[in-house]
C-alpha cells in the first residue's frame, strides 16, 4: 500500500513516489525485504547487485515485481560491473544508477533502453555535470558525511547548493540525513529526496548482524571515520566506518576472520574485507567493515521500514509548512 504523503517534488513525480525518499544501494544490507518495504511505503526501494550474477539479479527482481507495487531501482558500483546485468535491470527496474566512476553516455543509454531511468550518485560538481552530459534522468549528490563509500571531498550542503545552482534534471541529497530536519533541510534546498542509508542499516527488515545494529545505536557521528582501511577486493576508495571496527581488525592477526552464506555458497571474510556483516555472517564481526555515516549519532532505534519513511515524511511536512510561517513577517 503507498501512504498518502503529500510531500511532492520534481523527483517524486518523474519516479513515481509519494515520499521523498531514495533507500541507499546497501548489498547485504538492503534485502529484497528491505527494498520492498521502502517501496511499498512509497519511496524508491534500491538494490545493490555488485558481484551479484545474471540469474540471480533476475530472479530478485522478478520477486520484488510480484511483492511490491512502488518503485524499485538497481545500483551498480563501476568497478565491478558486469554489462549483462545493467541489460537485465533495465527490463525490470524503474530506475538504473552507477555509482564510483566516470558518467558514461553508453551506460545510461543502456539503462534507458528498455524504460528504466537512468542516475548516476556524484561526488563533485563536475562529476554531476558529466551525469547530466551523459544523459541521466536525475542525479544522487553525495556528500561526505556519508555512510558507506565515499566518491568526493567536499561535504553535503557547499556541493548540493552548486550542483542546484546547475543542474536541469531533479537531484537527490546524499549523506547525512536521518531525521525529518534533516531531509525538511535539503528540501527546502531545491532537492527533489533525500537518499538515506545509515537509518536503514537499523531498520527491522535489514540484512545488517545484530551486532552491527547495536553498534549502530550506541554510535555517534565523532565515533565515525573516512578511511581506506577496509580495501581487500576494493582498494583505493576511501569509506566512512565507525572507527572501533578499524581498532579491531587492526588487533587481529588472522587473514580469515569470519564466513558468509550467501545464495551461492559459503564464503571466507577477509580480514579489512570491504563486506559488511550481514545475518549470515560468523566470526569477528566487531572487525568488519561497519559502515556508518555521520548521520548514525541521529539513529536511535530499530524501527520497521515504513515507520522510518512516515516519520521522516510527516516530520518533514510539519517542519516546511512552519518554516513559512517566518515567511512575509506573519512570525510574530
Ligand atoms: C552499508 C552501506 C553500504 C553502501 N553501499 C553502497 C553501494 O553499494 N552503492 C552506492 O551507490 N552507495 C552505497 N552506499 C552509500 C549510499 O549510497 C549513500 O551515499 C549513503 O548511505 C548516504 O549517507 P548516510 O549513510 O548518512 O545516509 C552505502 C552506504 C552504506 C551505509
Given at each position: ?66 511483492r511490491t507495487k512502488g518503485a524499485f531501482g538497481v545500483n551498480f558500483l563501476i568497478p565491478f560491473l558486469d554489462l549483462e546485468c545493467v541489460s ?116 527491522a527488515e535489514s540484512g545488517a548482524h545484530p551486532s552491527y545494529v547495536e553498534a549502530l545505536l550506541a554510535a555517534s557521528a565523532t565515533d565515525t ?102 515567511l512575509g513577517g506573519r512570525d510574530g
Amino acid at each position: 500500500m503507498l501512504s498518502p504523503h503529500t510531500l511532492s517534488t520534481p523527483f517524486t513525480k518523474l519516479v513515481g513516489l509519494s515520499a521523498p525518499i531514495q533507500l541507499a544501494a546497501m548489498p547485504g544490507i538492503a534485502t529484497a525485504d528491505l527494498v520492498a518495504a521502502v517501496a511499498d511505503a512509497g519511496g524508491l526501494g534500491m538494490l545493490g547487485a555488485p558481484m551479484m550474477s545474471r540469474a540471480l539479479l533476475e530472479r530478485v527482481l522478478e520477486q520484488l515485481s510480484e511483492r511490491t507495487k512502488g518503485a524499485f531501482g538497481v545500483n551498480f558500483l563501476i568497478p565491478f560491473l558486469d554489462l549483462e546485468c545493467v541489460s537485465v535491470a533495465a527490463r525490470r527496474a524503474r530506475v538504473v544508477e552507477f555509482f564510483y566512476g566516470e558518467p558514461d553516455p553508453r551506460l545510461v543509454e543502456r539503462a534507458r533502453a528498455f524504460g528504466a531511468l537512468a542516475s548516476w550518485q556524484v561526488g563533485s560538481l563536475a562529476e554531476a555535470v558529466a551525469a547530466e552530459r551523459a544523459g541521466c534522468d536525475f542525479i544522487v549528490v553525495q556528500g561526505t558525511e556519508a555512510g558507506g563509500h565515499v566518491r568526493g571531498g567536499t561535504s553535503l550542503l557547499p556541493l548540493l547548493s552548486l550542483v542546484l545552482d546547475t543542474a536541469r534534471v531533479p537531484v537527490v541529497a546524499a549523506g547525512g540525513i536521518a531525521t525529518a530536519r534533516s531531509l525538511a533541510g535539503v528540501l527546502a534546498c531545491g532537492a527533489g529526496a533525500a537518499r538515506i542509508g545509515t537509518r536503514f542499516v537499523v531498520a527491522a527488515e535489514s540484512g545488517a548482524h545484530p551486532s552491527y545494529v547495536e553498534a549502530l545505536l550506541a554510535a555517534s557521528a565523532t565515533d565515525t571515520c573516512l578511511t581506506e582501511a577496509f580495501s581487500v577486493l576494493w582498494p583505493d576508495a576511501p569509506h566512512r566506518v565507525l572507527r572501533s571496527a578499524i581498532a579491531a581488525a587492526e588487533a587481529l592477526r588472522e587473514d580469515i576472520i569470519g564466513e558468509e552464506t550467501q545464495p551461492d555458497g559459503v564464503f571466507p571474510v577477509h580480514r579489512l574485507s570491504v563486506v559488511p556483516p550481514t545475518l549470515t555472517t560468523t566470526g569477528h564481526v566487531e572487525a568488519m567493515a561497519l559502515y556508518a555515516g555521520e548521520s548514525v549519532g541521529n539513529v536511535s532505534s530499530v524501527q520497521p521500514a515504513a515507520a522510518i519513511v512516515s516519520e521522516l515524511v510527516t516530520g518533514a511536512e510539519r517542519l516546511l509548512r512552519d518554516a513559512g510561517r517566518f515567511l512575509g513577517g506573519r512570525d510574530g
